[in-house]
């Protein structure tokens, strides 16, 4: 295993953005838990949700006075390929786990449990299946042990989850962002209800200059004016991005100028990305208004926030998602917003409100094209969407609910 290395942060400057009563209840928790050592595990520390979310709440809990840190699997790629397809099953996709499947799981695991020393960490909060099984070989002691699955689990293959069951059977308690993931029958009693955040004061989302947009957009190759729409997200298929190319399409027949930025990043977990980064270029074809753009093109996190800014409309059209952070990401820059209606997108997406929820390519058309033909409520979508992440997704909210959880579990 690796340590990842994180920003300093302070709670502070975030203060400004919650609720009196948040900042509070965080104070008074940080109290009680300084001192207490915390170690997050997962497999990367670039690209997707959980190192967005990590390099923002590692930061923070040290600042509560907490000693964390944060370590990352080392494994070959073949296992990565392994856990792609796990993920992939356990979000409900056809495919069998043979037995040298097992048995390559199994050895990464006990290669990486080396690393662990019994009882160096109060409590250690294991992110996804990549490294679920390392506590059936690693002593971790008497601390506390607790999973947090950021994937859609509520309608698994079978075979799968029952193999991930009996890794579950390790654990102390289980973070979900929807209760309705964790299946019936889950090996792990306590199970907690948190959906992810953004961070207001990241490259990601904080108020770009002027000098920083103008930089940004020529990179990402489109005028201010122009009308746009984005999806960012990793080429995967449960992204549907050749979705997002239809109702492009669809939707250029009517309002010609119209842009499709599709952006996307390479994460080192994620073997699949190639490919349909590849396959996604073949059916874009010749049309230049459509770019297909990623961080090997040094497409960063404030070029993202400049095409969530600028855009007219933002689409997430996932077909299973955990939670899709680019909505709320999205909505904090008062931006419309058209998502896939499963997993966390109809928490961060009300239908009609802040945006819409689809099911079809035909919806997403009919839906985005609502918004662009009316400036006015697209207006009014994107200062409701900024109040809905200002209530409910921002980060200082997700680190009050992990103290909280800490507190139980060390009580
Ligand atoms: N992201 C990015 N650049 C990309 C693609 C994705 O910065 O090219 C970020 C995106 O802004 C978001 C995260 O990666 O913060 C993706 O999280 P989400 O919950 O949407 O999906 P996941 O990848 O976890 O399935």
């Known amino acids: 295993m690796k340590t990842a290395q994180v920003m300093k942060k302070k709670l502070i400057d975030y203060e400004p953005f919650a609720e009196k009563r948040l900042v509070e209840r965080i104070h008074e928790l940080s109290r009680n838990l300084r ?10 520390s670039f ?24 370590k990352v699997i080392d494994a070959p790629s073949t296992f990565f390929d392994l856990s792609k397809r796990m993920h992939n099953a356990l979000q409900g996709k056809e495919d069998s786990l043979s037995d040298e499947d097992k048995r390559l799981f199994e050895s990464v695991e006990e290669e990486n449990a080396r690393f662990i020393e019994p009882d160096e960490y109060d409590i250690v909060v294991i992110h996804d299946p990549q490294p679920v099984g390392l506590p059936a070989f690693a002593d971790f002691g008497n601390c506390k042990l607790v999973w947090r699955s950021h994937i859609d689990t509520s309608s698994p293959n079978q075979t799968f989850w ?29 199970i907690y209800e948190i959906p992810p955040s953004i961070d207001p004061l990241s490259n990601k989302n904080r108020e770009l200059s002027d000098a ?24 995967d298929p449960w992204k549907d991005p050749m979705g997002v190319v239809d109702a492009y399409r669809q939707l250029k027949r009517k309002f010609v100028d119209l842009k499709l930025l599709l952006i996307g990043s390479m994460a080192s977990d994620d073997p699949e990305g190639w490919k349909i980064y590849e396959d996604l270029l073949r ?3 010749m049309d230049y208004d459509v770019k297909v753009l990623s961080n090997f093109q040094g497409i960063g996190d404030i070029e993202v926030n400049a095409a969530q800014r600028v855009s007219k409309v933002v689409i997430q059209k996932s077909l299973r998602e955990g939670f899709a952070l680019t909505m709320s990401e999205a909505m904090w820059k008062k931006t419309p917003v058209v998502g896939g209606n499963v997993g966390g997108i109809p928490l961060q997406v009300h ?23 009316n400036p006015s409520l697209a207006e009014e979508m994107g200062a409701k969407g900024f109040e809905i992440v200002k209530k409910d997704f921002l980060i200082t909210r997700h680190l009050y609910q992990y103290l909280q959880l800490f507190a139980d579990l060390t009580e």
Not at 180 to 189: P, T, V
Not at 218 to 231: D, R
């Open 35 to 44: 001192g207490l050592r915390v170690l997050h595990i997962n497999a990367t």
């Open 47 to 70: 690209g997707g949700g959980v190192a967005e979310i990590l390099h923002t709440l590692i930061p923070l809990m040290k600042d509560c006075g907490l000693k964390v840190d944060w």
């Open 162 to 190: 029952n193999y991930l069951n009996l890794f579950l059977s390790h654990y102390d308690a289980g973070i979900f962002t929807l209760k309705s993931y964790a299946k019936d029958g889950i090996l792990i009693d306590k």
């Open 212 to 235: 920083e947009m103008e930089q940004a957009l020529k990179k990402l190759g489109i005028g201010k004016e122009e009308p746009v729409i984005t999806q960012v997200s990793r080429f």
């Open 283 to 285: 059916y874009v074809g």
């Open 351 to 373: 239908h009609g409100v802040n945006g819409y929820l689809v099911e079809s390519v035909e919806e997403t058309v009919e839906c985005t094209r609502r918004i662009l033909e």
